[in-house]
Nanobody, 123 residues
């Protein structure tokens, strides 16, 4: 089994920065791509960014392009999300996800999920 654990969430003022981390353990050989999703209250879970294990193919939601950066290290099993210029609308629970195939923006395609970490942006 594969386990994902997110950390780094918190309260930040608009315009500030946060770094989220996602540590994978267990059957990490099952990972080919990893991604960040987020879900605000009353809204559907939405794609934020994804990255292949090799780190050579990153994709971003239009809403975060130029502000967020996804990266991986530790042999591709630790995922990060550097979030800059945070906006009120970035407030959500952020989830790390992984799958044993190419990355996709559809949350339904991901097999493994973390428990989520809350990010709250205040004015």
């Amino acid at each position: 089994q594969l386990r994902l654990v997110e950390s780094g969430g918190g309260l930040v003022q608009a315009g500030g920065s946060l770094i989220l981390s996602c540590a994978a353990s267990g059957r990490t050989s099952n990972i080919y791509s990893m991604a960040w999703f987020r879900q605000a209250p009353g809204k559907e879970r939405e794609f934020v960014a994804s990255l292949t294990r090799s780190g050579d193919n990153a994709n971003y939601a239009d809403s975060v392009k130029g502000r967020f950066t996804i990266s991986r290290d530790n042999g591709g099993i630790t995922l990060y999300l550097q979030m800059n210029s945070l906006k009120l609308e970035d407030t959500a629970v952020y989830y790390c996800a992984a799958r044993p195939a190419y990355s996709t923006k559809s949350y339904k395609a991901y097999v493994y999920w973390g428990q989520g970490t809350q990010v709250t942006v205040s004015s």
